[in-house]
């Protein structure tokens, strides 16, 4: 027997099928630990593609699941998160944390040329579902990418930031940015301090080697350089073509990895990862994958990798395959790892994957859309 079809009402139905689908499309482009004491993760922070951050308790999402745990094709929590709102008018690329204690700030930036810092005892501690910056939540640092100059004193467009990085000793955060240049940025002043200038197409990636005064940026050139922080010179070009010995113009430096050590790096190029031992700058290792990677870091002496495949890589440093884990998100933008070995993998669908240091899958939810 057909239902009655009196109180049918098509423009709500057409309005939800592109509502659901404005959700699939929406994307998490990182997700980072939360610093705490307790040595089991908890607390999870996102950056999406609506310009929202968001964070997420682990332990409540697990606790709502049926048997505490959920099978990633079939069900996936829409998780309600502990703080909600718009930090960027665009996409919100990447998050870090500078700083430690209650002084601790989280660092977001976007698409809209800004870095934004917000106390994590805010975040923390308290609500909010706004979605306008500032409702509910305020920045406490807000700085803009500068512009630049061209004929007859016109103004470049805003370049957006892409990833940023911190040297808490130095006071200092870096940002990855569009118009090819990387920016430090001091914490006390807020203003620029050094650029560093020599890419030529945009920054995707930057990590900041500390130990040495360095960052290291990788860039849609096909390079990755590395940077004197004291002088703002490149000191090394690395040619990823070359590293992977690939033939012609190769695809742009997605990400770089550091490992705990600072001696290691690693640079994806494509579905390529070349291995590079810093001291020696040589390439002592080449992994090739079947999607193209989009981020990867250290565990010790493995790698952790994720791209445009639902699968969570790990190599040894020979890039020998040592586990492939099937992930939640059909393509993934982020991946990251608490001390206790729990990692969160962030991508294509709002969808995060939180897995045991073992493999096994703790949670998987859907992040809240503005």
Request: charge should be negative.
């Amino acid at each position: 027997m057909w239902g009655d079809a009196t109180n049918w009402d098509e423009n709500a139905y057409k309005e939800s099928i592109l509502n659901e689908r404005d959700i699939e499309t929406r994307t998490i482009f990182r997700t980072a630990w939360a610093p705490t004491d307790s040595p089991s993760p908890d607390t999870l922070v996102v950056a999406s593609s609506d310009g929202s951050i968001a964070s997420y308790s682990i332990s409540s999402c697990i606790s709502k699941l049926p048997f505490g745990f959920t099978n990633t094709k079939t069900q996936k929590l829409l998780a309600e998160p502990n703080c909600f709102f718009r930090g960027h008018d665009g996409p919100a690329y990447d998050v870090k944390f500078y700083g430690d204690g209650e002084d601790t700030l989280l660092l977001s930036c976007g698409d809209d040329g800004r870095i934004r810092g917000w106390k994590c005892t805010e975040l923390t501690n308290s609500t909010f579902s706004g979605s306008v910056p500032g409702n509910g939540i305020k920045p406490v640092l807000d700085w803009v990418n500068p512009q630049h100059k061209g004929p007859w004193g016109a103004l470049s467009s805003m370049p957006e930031n892409n990833a940023v990085a911190v040297d808490t000793q130095g006071g200092s955060v870096f940002a990855a940015s569009g118009d090819s240049c990387a920016y430090c940025w001091d914490v006390a002043t807020g203003k620029v301090k050094m650029v560093f200038k020599g890419h030529s197409d945009y920054l995707h990636c930057i990590v900041a080697r500390n130990s040495a005064h360095q960052i290291i940026t990788g860039s849609e050139d096909g390079t990755a350089r590395i940077w004197d922080c004291k002088s703002g010179t490149c000191i090394q070009v690395i040619d990823l073509s070359k590293d992977l010995k690939i033939k012609g113009y190769g695809s742009g430096v997605s990400c770089v990895a550091l490992d705990a050590s600072e001696s290691w790096l690693a640079c994806s190029n494509g579905r390529n990862i070349s291995i590079r031992n810093l001291p020696a700058s040589e390439c002592i290792s080449r992994i090739s994958t079947d999607a193209s990677v989009q981020d990867m870091l250290f565990d010790n002496n493995q790698i952790l990798a994720v791209g445009a495949d639902p699968l969570l890589n790990r190599f040894d440093m020979n890039g020998v395959i040592l586990s492939q884990i099937q992930c939640a998100p059909p393509s993934s933008f982020s991946v990251s790892l608490h001390s206790s070995g729990v990692m969160a993998v962030g991508g294509y669908g709002c969808l995060v994957d939180v897995i045991s240091q073992f493999g096994s899958h703790m949670c998987t939810f859907r992040c809240q859309c503005i």
